[in-house]
C-alpha cells in the first residue's frame, strides 16, 4: 500500500480529511490561490472534475499564502470565491503553508516523492499540480503554467 495514504489533512471547517478515502481513484492535489494571475486555472480544472469524475477522478485544492500573499482570505471566503467566482464542485481544503518550516505535511512528502524541474523539491507558485494514480503512486508533477488541458493526456492514461 502506498505511503498517500496514510495521510490526514483537514477541510476547510477543520474535520479531518482522510487519503485513504481515496483509494482506487486517480487524483490531482494543486496548491491555490485566488489573486493570482494563474487563478483562471480552476476554470480548467473544474472542467477536468466535470469530465472525469465519474470515472474515478478526484481533485483536492489546497489554498496556500505563501505565493506574493495571493490567497490572503479565510477559508470560508476561498469557499464562496470558488463557488461564486468559478463555480468550483470539487473539494477546497483547508489553507496551508506547502514549502518551509510549516509546510503540511502532505506536502512535504509530495515534494519529497516527485521533485520538481533539477530535482527542486520546492513548489515553486500556486497551481503546482501533482497527479496520483489508483494505486496512489504520484504520476507527474506538473509546474504552474502547465493549463489544466495539457494534463489530459496524462490524466486519461491513469484512468484506463
Known amino acids: 500500500m502506498s505511503k498517500?495514504?496514510?495521510?490526514?489533512?483537514?477541510?476547510?471547517n477543520q474535520n479531518d480529511y482522510q487519503i485513504s478515502d481515496l483509494k482506487g481513484k486517480a487524483f490531482i492535489v494543486v496548491n491555490v490561490a485566488s489573486k493570482c494571475g494563474l487563478t483562471y486555472h480552476y476554470e480548467g480544472l473544474e472542467d477536468i472534475y466535470k469530465k472525469y469524475k465519474d470515472k474515478g477522478l478526484e481533485i483536492l485544492g489546497f489554498p496556500c499564502n505563501q505565493f506574493g500573499g495571493q490567497e490572503p482570505g479565510t477559508n470560508e471566503e476561498i469557499q464562496s470565491f470558488c463557488s461564486l467566482k468559478y463555480d468550483v464542485t470539487f473539494p477546497i481544503l483547508n489553507k496551508i503553508e506547502v514549502n518551509g518550516s510549516d509546510a503540511d505535511p502532505f506536502y512535504k512528502y509530495l515534494k519529497e516523492t516527485a521533485p520538481g524541474v533539477m530535482g527542486t523539491k520546492n513548489i515553486k507558485w500556486n497551481f503546482t499540480k501533482f497527479l496520483i494514480n489508483q494505486d496512489g503512486e504520484i504520476v507527474k508533477r506538473f509546474g504552474p503554467r502547465?493549463?489544466?488541458?495539457?494534463?489530459?493526456?496524462?490524466?486519461?492514461?491513469?484512468?484506463?
Open 4 to 12: 498517500i495514504y496514510e495521510f490526514t489533512v483537514k477541510d476547510a
Open 146 to 160: 502547465t493549463e489544466p488541458k495539457e494534463m489530459l493526456e496524462d490524466i486519461e492514461a491513469v484512468l484506463v
